[in-house]
């Protein structure tokens, strides 16, 4: 396809109006390279590189082009032919694909975060000299972190009878940053009747390497998630981070090399379950029994849905009726509440202010709302609305839909 309606759909070429930015200009250059007639250059990095995998391409396509996957594939090429660089080498495969070396450098960071000047609250910004990551804000790392909270089991409470055996992955932000959400997820499918599992073995899910072109990495990560979850018996693995169900979901579509990975990555992904769509669709807790915290009566919530939650897995409805289904609390749509926020993972460090111009259109969809809160399900989306709504001076606040509930 080359009529070009990607272009309407695109958060990066509506902010450069460059051809390279959207996704009929990266499929035509990579034809190219397939072709022996493009090499891959610094240049050709960059633009592969800059694209947020927010697939509204794709969803928009009239030839269903799955461009997201063509830039994946791009960047792995890219990744094989001339390695992953230094930073990328160190950050992949010596930190997040290690899950004790993990937490030790958070814990490093964490004892010498007191020097990042602080903008509000428990909030950081990084000061002046760090220049290469702009001025933004960002959420203090947790004094204890989640894997040093947690039991290996948590039965139903008030003595009930398991419902499921449900397997709880943890994921990095949450592990790091937001450890008390966790521990609210696990509350909640206890307080429903659910047993709850917490592997010491499970890592990272992968998406910030695999997206990236490290696949070899990202099927490292796999193996080793499959292999935690792999003798416990878990009907369902359930997530509070929409990007991490997004991963866990996608192993098989993007990692497998052969077909013994193929099939476990496969049934693997049967069981993985985003939290939103587990108590809506699994659980089946009705609108009336969700009971909304005191300190959100009257106020007024709209709802961020991110990329890897929406158009990833298709999950728009189940997030919804819980907010609707929280009595005192009232709920208005936001404009364009599908558009990406401008994260992208690693895309907001290398392309910071591209994402904070992204991230505009967003500020600006809920100032309409007229809400006091921005509601979604994914930390990363979190850390980003979070910053801008700062920068922007604006009064919202940013919370998990879980932090809602009682």
């Known amino acids: 396809m080359k009529c070009g309606f990607c272009s309407f759909f695109c958060p990066v070429y509506q902010e450069e109006k460059m051809e390279t930015s959207v996704a009929r200009g990266k499929n035509y250059l990579v034809k190219q390279v397939l072709a022996g007639k493009q090499e891959w250059t610094h240049e050709m990095a960059d633009i592969v590189g800059k694209c947020l995998l927010c697939k509204r391409c794709a969803a928009n396509c009239p030839a269903k082009t799955q461009i997201d996957r063509v830039v994946v594939a791009a960047r792995a090429q890219m990744v094989k032919e001339k390695g992953l660089g230094a930073i990328k080498n160190f950050a992949f495969r010596k930190v997040m694909a290690d899950r004790k070396a993990f937490g030790k450098y958070a814990r490093l960071l964490q004892k010498f975060q007191w020097m990042m000047p602080t903008t509000e609250g428990k909030i950081k910004h990084l000061p002046d000299f760090v220049k290469g990551l702009g001025k933004r804000n960002f959420p203090a790392l947790a004094k204890t972190f989640l894997r040093d909270q947690v039991k290996p089991v948590y039965k139903p409470q008030n003595g009930q009878e398991p419902k499921f055996r449900v397997g709880f992955f943890t994921g990095c932000a949450m592990d790091f940053v937001y450890p008390e959400l966790g521990l609210k997820i696990i509350d909640f499918l206890t307080k429903n009747g659910c047993e709850v599992i917490v592997p010491e073995d499970q890592n990272c899910c992968g998406a910030a390497i695999y997206f990236s072109g490290d696949l070899e990495t990202g099927r490292m990560l796999a193996d080793l998630n499959i292999k935690a979850y792999k003798d416990l018996n878990v009907d369902y ?170």
Not at 241 to 259: F, G, I, M, R
Not at 285 to 313: I, M
Not at 322 to 335: A, C, F, H, N
């Open 237 to 406: 693995i359930v997530t509070g981070c929409a990007t991490c169900s997004s991963t866990l979901k996608d192993y098989a579509k993007y990692l497998p090399d052969n077909e013994d990975q193929q099939a476990r990555y496969s049934e693997f992904e049967k069981k993985i379950k985003d939290s939103t769509e587990f108590i809506i669709d699994i659980l089946k807790v009705k609108p009336e029994d969700f009971k909304l915290k005191k300190e959100f009566e009257g106020k007024t919530a709209t709802w961020h849905d991110p990329c890897h939650l929406v158009r990833y897995q298709n999950i728009k409805d189940q997030p919804r009726a819980i907010l609707k289904g929280l009595k005192g609390l009232k709920y208005v749509e936001m404009p364009n509440a599908d558009m990406c926020c401008g994260m992208g993972g690693s895309f907001s460090v290398y392309h910071y202010d591209l994402t904070k111009k992204i991230a505009l259109k967003k500020m600006d969809g809920i100032k309409a709302t007229g809400a006091d809160i921005v509601v979604t399900a994914c930390p990363g989306c979190m850390i980003n609305l979070l910053d801008n709504v700062l920068l922007n001076k604006m009064p919202q606040k940013v919370h998990h839909f879980l932090e809602l509930v009682e």
